[in-house]
């Protein structure tokens, strides 16, 4: 059976007031989906999933939980009510070791658990253990995601948020960061994501939303979205799609 985790309903949602950046977005998260939120440069991706968190003011609109509403809920409390958000930049404290990276994020933990949880993450991603006493800032891009990913598992959260975790990465990185997601989903964990990946994120991905100016214009099961027209047209003038497709038609691309 269908059972909601995140019900986003109408949000409205900007840094100024009187400037909504979140015009009407309108999505669901179900229990166990990977959900993708594509769209081009500026749509309001990144300030829609903020908003959700609780890191830009929402104006208009609802956001439950697990049928809880969390709508007004400060971003400090998120953790604690289930969803953890994982930044696109500044998501480690690149001067401490992986190991004090884990141990921090455990905040809400019991003290006792503490130990056999970060265990865990290392049985997880064994980068991780081979490198607990590394500062973080010295790891690979993949393993920074790795390990801000394993940061916002380690307190079971009901649903995980991540903002382009595979920006700025080196292919073999961006495979890894996927297949992990793809691992993190087969582990039970619902996953909301934001990516300019779109080819690499519908792979993954069970549904699909397209914003656009900060309204859902489009939704559809992920692995039907890559071909769907509607998609190309709401991308044209920032970004093709499907630049593959189009370079074999002798079409070119805008990529
Ligand atoms: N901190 C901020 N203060 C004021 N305006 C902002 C802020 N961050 C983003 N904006 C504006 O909000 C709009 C949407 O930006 P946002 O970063 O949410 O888009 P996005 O879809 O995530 O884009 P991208 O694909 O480039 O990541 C843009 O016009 C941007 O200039
Ligand atoms: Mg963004």
Redesign the pocket.
């Known amino acids: 059976m269908r059972q909601t985790v995140l019900d986003v309903r109408d949000l409205e949602a900007?840094?100024?007031p009187g400037?909504p950046?979140?015009r009407g977005a309108t999505i669901t998260v179900d229990k166990g989906e990977i959900v993708v939120v594509l769209?081009?440069?500026?749509?309001?991706?990144?300030?829609?999933i903020?908003a959700i968190a609780g890191l830009?003011p929402i104006t208009g609109g609802t956001v439950l939980l697990d049928g809880k509403d969390i709508t007004a809920a400060p971003a400090h409390t998120m953790v604690r009510l289930g969803l953890a958000f994982v930044p696109?930049t500044e998501n480690i404290f690149p001067l401490m070791s992986v190991e004090d990276n884990l141990k921090v994020a455990c905040g809400i933990l019991m003290p006792r658990e503490t130990p056999a949880r970060i265990e865990e993450m290392y049985g997880a991603f064994p980068d991780l253990a081979r490198q607990r006493r590394t500062a973080a800032g010295n790891l690979s891009g993949g393993q920074r995601q790795m390990l801000a990913i394993a940061r916002a598992l380690i307190v079971h959260p009901k649903v995980l948020v991540l903002?382009?975790p595979s920006a700025g990465l080196s292919p073999k990185f961006v495979s890894m960061v996927f297949e992990m997601l793809a691992g993190i989903r087969k582990s039970g964990v619902t996953i909301l994501l934001?990516e300019?990946n779109a080819k690499a994120a519908l792979a993954i991905g069970d549904r699909a939303y397209v914003?656009v100016e900060?309204k859902d214009r489009h939704e559809g099961i992920a692995s039907e979205l890559w071909n769907d027209p509607v998609v190309a047209e709401l991308y044209l003038g920032q970004r093709r799609l499907n630049p593959e497709r189009d370079r074999h038609s002798g079409k070119g691309s805008a990529a």
């Open positions: 900007g840094y100024e400037v950046i979140v769209g081009p440069n500026g749509a309001g991706k990144s300030t829609l903020k830009v696109q903002d382009e934001v300019q914003l900060g």
